[in-house]
């Protein structure tokens, strides 16, 4: 038991250390390459734990080769913009100037719930609201605000189906509905990518580029 104890205290000095030399940037803002290396650093100390036959040695060893890879490749990537796009990805504009960019946004394959559910979390209830959001390479959404507002939005479409419940607290049937979509030049429903209302009980339509036929589904 104690055996264990020492080795278990003597590997947390060493992941310790080595999460120190990573630097609080690395940890606060952790790619998927980043995640990948405190992975394997976190298997690699378990070993030793759990089969005390294991070397310590060796153990300490492949962390601290984790390490130098990881400071290796964070100083090529300060050094070469192109490497640390192949690494660690490039950011990805998912709304320029007011605009929603649909092809990004299928790309990066993000569905407009979750959209809006990170513009909420980023106290933005609505794509109005909104100058710039950013995905960034860690997987976070950055948003640019215009201004506040106190009222959720009311997604009424969504890829080109009606959320029922939705539509019936707008105040709205389908033929008004219709109507209004039409009225921004759209002719169908499953060319919609997304319908809504904003905090200020404005309507807004952003059309799918590439228009699928689609089904009425649950509000969320």
């Known amino acids: 038991m104690l055996i264990v104890c020492i080795r278990t205290f003597i590997l947390y000095v060493v992941v310790l250390f080595a999460l120190r030399v990573m630097g609080k940037s690395e940890l606060s803002k952790m790619s998927t ?103 960034e390479s860690n997987g976070q959404l950055s948003i640019i605000a215009k201004t506040d507002q106190e009222k959720l939005p009311l997604v009424v479409v969504s890829d080109g189906a009606i959320y029922e419940e939705n539509l019936a607290n707008a105040g709205i049937d389908y033929d008004t509905l219709m109507c209004m979509i039409e009225a921004k030049g759209i002719t169908a429903l499953n060319e919609v990518f997304v319908a ?11 059309p799918n580029p590439e228009p699928r036929q689609k089904f009425s589904r649950e509000a969320y």
């Not at 790309?107 to 794509?127: A, V, W």
């Open 33 to 135: 390459f980043q995640m990948v290396v405190l992975f394997m650093i976190a298997e690699l100390a378990s070993i030793p734990i759990d089969s005390p036959s294991s070397s310590l040695i060796n153990g300490a060893v492949a962390i601290f080769t984790l390490l130098f890879l990881q400071v290796l490749l964070s100083y090529v990537s300060i050094k070469n913009e192109k490497f640390k796009n192949f690494i660690n990805g490039r950011p990805s504009i998912i709304i320029d100037k007011g605009m929603l960019n649909v092809k990004e946004m299928e790309r990066l394959r993000i569905t407009i719930n979750d959209l809006f559910e990170q513009l909420r979390i980023g106290n933005c209830p609505s794509i109005t609201d909104v100058e710039y959001a950013v995905m």
């Open 196 to 206: 809504f209302y904003d905090g200020n009980s404005m309507f807004h339509v952003y």
